[in-house]
C-alpha cells in the first residue's frame, strides 16, 4: 500500500512531533520589539496551510485575549487595520502573493508586524523594513508545517504577555503527540491503527467532518483540507449548532446521492449540554437516512492536547486514504497548474 507515497510523505508525519519543540526554542531566542500596549485587534494574514494556524489560535485562545482577532485571507485589508494592530503575516515559502500584498497594505498602515515564513519574499521584506521575522525550517508541503507556523505565534503571544503561559499544556501534547506517531506508524498493528481504521471507512466516499465545541471549530477545516491535497478526494465540513439550521436538511436529499457519504463526528468532553444533546439527536436523524456516522474523540487533559490530537489523527487518516486511493499525498498538480496559469497573466 506504501508504494505510491513515492516522495516519502511520511517522514513529514513522523516528525511533526518534532515541530512543537523547534518552535519553542526559535521563540526563545527572539526579543521582540513590539509595543503592546498599541495593540487593540490581532490580524492573522495567510493562505491555505498557512492560515489555518491563525485561525486555530484564534478558537484556542478566544476565552483569554482580550482583543478581537481575525484571518485575512484576501489580498485587501479591513478598514480598521492601522497602527494598533498587531499583524502577523503568515507564509510558509514566503511567496504567497495575497499576503505579501496584505503586509505591504498593513506596513503602509502603521501595523506592528511579525513575519513568519522559511524565506522568500516574506523574509527580504521584513529585512528591508526591519520587521521581526521568525525564519522556520523549509523543505516540507505547507500542510505539514503546522506546528512551525502555529506554535511560534502561541510562544511569542505568552512572552508578550497576551496570554498566560501555557507549559503543562504543551508538555502534555508532546508527549501525546509522540505517543499518537508511535500507534499510527505502518510499523504499528494495523488492527488498532485508528487513522487507518478511519481511512478504511471512508474509502469512495465523501468525507463530511462535523464538530460541536468552538474551540475545535478550525479542525473540521483541517481535516477536509488534507483530504482534498493528500487523499484527492472532495470533502465538506460544518459545526454545530449552526448545522442543525440549515445544512440537516441537505440530508433529505435523495439516497442514490447520500449513499456516497459519511459523517465524521470530532467529539470532545467540553461539548456543552445542549450541544450534546443536539449532537445525539442529529446522529439519530442521519441513522434513519441510512447515512454512516464515524465518531472520534479527543485524547488528552488539556485543549491544546486535544485540539492537536485530533489534527493529528486527521492528517494521519488523510495519508492512509491516499495510499489506498492509490494517490501520491504530496502531489498538487491542480495548484501547480492555477499558480502557473496566474504567474503567465501578471
Given amino acids: 500500500m506504501l508504494d505510491y507515497d513515492r516522495s516519502n510523505f511520511l517522514r513529514f508525519l513522523n516528525d511533526f512531533p518534532q515541530q512543537l519543540t523547534h518552535a519553542q526554542k526559535l521563540v526563545a531566542e527572539v526579543q521582540p520589539r513590539l509595543d503592546t500596549g498599541r495593540i487593540r485587534n490581532l490580524v492573522f494574514a495567510g493562505m491555505g496551510g498557512s492560515a489555518i494556524s491563525g485561525d486555530l489560535f484564534i478558537a484556542y485562545a478566544l476565552d483569554e485575549l482580550a482583543y478581537p482577532a481575525q484571518v485575512n485571507r484576501e489580498y485587501s485589508l479591513p478598514a480598521f487595520v492601522g497602527e494598533d494592530t498587531l499583524f502577523f503575516a503568515t507564509s510558509y515559502s514566503g511567496n504567497t502573493e495575497e499576503t505579501l500584498t496584505a503586509t505591504e497594505e498593513a506596513f503602509k498602515r502603521g501595523a506592528q508586524i511579525v513575519c513568519i515564513s522559511s524565506g522568500g519574499e516574506l523574509e527580504a521584506f521584513s529585512q528591508s523594513k526591519g520587521l521581526l521575522h521568525m525564519k522556520i525550517p523549509g523543505g516540507l508541503p505547507p500542510r505539514q508545517a503546522l506546528g512551525y507556523l502555529f506554535f511560534p505565534v502561541l510562544f511569542l503571544c505568552e512572552k508578550l504577555g497576551l496570554i498566560r503561559p501555557r507549559e503543562e499544556e504543551v508538555d502534555e501534547t508532546l508527549k501525546i503527540l509522540n505517543e499518537l506517531q508511535r500507534r499510527f506508524n505502518p510499523n504499528a498493528s494495523q488492527g488498532h491503527n485508528l487513522p487507518n481504521h478511519i481511512a478504511q471507512s471512508l474509502y469512495h466516499t465523501i468525507p463530511v467532518i462535523y464538530t460541536a465545541v468552538p474551540y475545535l471549530y478550525p479542525i473540521p477545516v483541517r481535516w477536509r483540507n488534507q483530504f482534498n491535497e493528500n487523499s484527492k478526494i472532495?470533502?465538506?465540513?460544518?459545526?454545530?449548532?449552526?448545522?442543525?439550521?440549515?445544512?440537516?436538511?441537505?440530508?433529505?436529499?435523495?439516497?442514490k446521492v447520500n449513499q456516497f457519504f459519511r459523517v465524521v463526528l470530532l467529539r470532545d468532553p467540553e461539548e456543552t449540554p445542549r450541544n450534546k444533546q443536539r449532537v445525539e439527536?442529529?446522529?439519530g436523524i442521519l441513522k434513519d437516512k441510512g447515512i454512516p456516522i464515524l465518531e472520534v474523540f479527543a485524547e488528552g487533559k488539556s485543549r491544546l492536547a486535544r485540539m492537536f490530537s485530533l489534527i493529528y489523527i486527521g492528517d494521519w487518516a488523510s495519508y492512509y486514504l491516499a495510499m489506498i486511493n492509490a494517490k501520491d499525498p504530496i502531489k498538487i498538480d491542480s495548484i501547480t497548474l492555477l499558480k502557473k496559469k496566474l504567474a503567465e497573466l501578471k
Avoid at 470533502?235 to 441537505?250: C, D, K, T
Fill in 281 to 283: 439527536i442529529t446522529k
Fill in 234 to 255: 472532495m470533502a465538506f465540513s460544518n459545526v454545530f449548532p449552526e448545522l442543525n439550521h440549515n445544512e440537516i436538511m441537505g440530508w433529505e436529499g435523495p439516497q
